[in-house]
């Protein structure tokens, strides 16, 4: 079993940054593919960024490509999103998600899984 808890949500003007993390415990943290996912009210549940185990593999949603960066420290059982640039569309509850594949799946049913979340909210 996997246990997420992420951290690092809330408020911040349009053009702000923050940096979410996740602590993963549980299970050989180096084995997993890592994920971010955000939803919103009454949508599905968006990808943002995944990472491979070896941190050398990563992608982006379009939507973030270029603001958002997703990294893991091995030695913290961490992984980070750091999010520059934000906007107000990028308001939603974030959440961590771990794959027991080597590889860096893009969809939600990919992952095994899935911390409560953090809420991010962009004020404009």
């Known amino acids: 079993q ?12 349009a053009g ?5 993390s996740c602590a993963v415990s549980g ?8 994920g971010w996912f955000r939803q919103v009210p009454e949508k599905e549940r968006e990808f943002v960024a995944a990472i491979d185990w070896s941190g050398g593999v ?3 949603a379009d939507s973030v490509k270029g603001r958002f960066t997703i990294s ?5 059982n961490t992984v980070y999103l750091q999010m520059n640039s ?3 569309e990028d308001t939603a509850v974030y959440y961590c998600a771990a794959d027991s594949s080597y590889a860096a799946p893009v969809t939600f049913d990919e992952y095994d899984w899935w911390g409560l979340g953090t809420q991010v909210t962009v004020s404009s």
């Open 16 to 20: 702000g940054s923050l940096k979410l």
């Open 27 to 34: 299970r050989t943290f180096n084995t997993h593919a890592m």
């Open 86 to 88: 934000l906007k107000p």
């Open 58 to 60: 990563t992608h982006y």
């Open 72 to 76: 893991r420290d091995s030695a913290k």
């Open 2 to 13: 996997v246990q997420l808890v992420e951290s690092g949500g809330g408020l911040v003007q």
